[in-house]
């Protein structure tokens, strides 16, 4: 048997690092950390971030990785669909407006009562 994911988590080539997308010079944070080579082949995590900083800092972010990491890295993003912002989505064929299902309207309001808001 291989090594266990947990294993693999401990692992040095597994790196966390914390960025404030919003202040962060995010080519020297990640110059700092151990382990990252900038032109380097990567795996990068951008999970849970962009629905929570403007969309000109998610671009930059995306513009700034695409520079220093080897073509071929993997980048794995989540996102909220910007439909998920309004309570109503967008007009159907026969233009009735899709109502935004309750789960996601409750989630993304209680993010913002957690002082966490959704902005794009």
């Known amino acids: 048997h291989g090594p266990t994911i947990s294993h693999r988590m401990d692992s040095k080539r597994v790196q966390f690092l914390p960025v404030n997308f919003n202040t962060d010079d995010l080519e020297q944070k990640l110059a700092s950390q151990m382990g990252f ?11 849970g971030v962009t629905q929570y900083i403007p969309k000109e ?7 700034t990785l695409k ?5 071929g890295s993997i980048l794995l993003i989540t996102y909220v669909d910007k439909k998920c912002f309004a309570d ?3 007009p159907r064929d026969d ?11 409750m989630v993304r309001d209680m ?7 959704w902005i794009s």
């Open 37 to 47: 080579i900038t032109g380097g082949s990567s795996v990068i995590t951008m999970e």
């Open 57 to 63: 800092n998610s671009a930059d972010t995306l513009k």
């Open 67 to 71: 520079r220093i990491i080897a073509p």
């Open 88 to 90: 109503k989505g967008p």
């Open 95 to 105: 233009g009735e407006s899709l109502i935004l299902p309750k789960a996601i309207r």
């Open 111 to 117: 993010a913002g009562r957690g002082g966490e808001p």
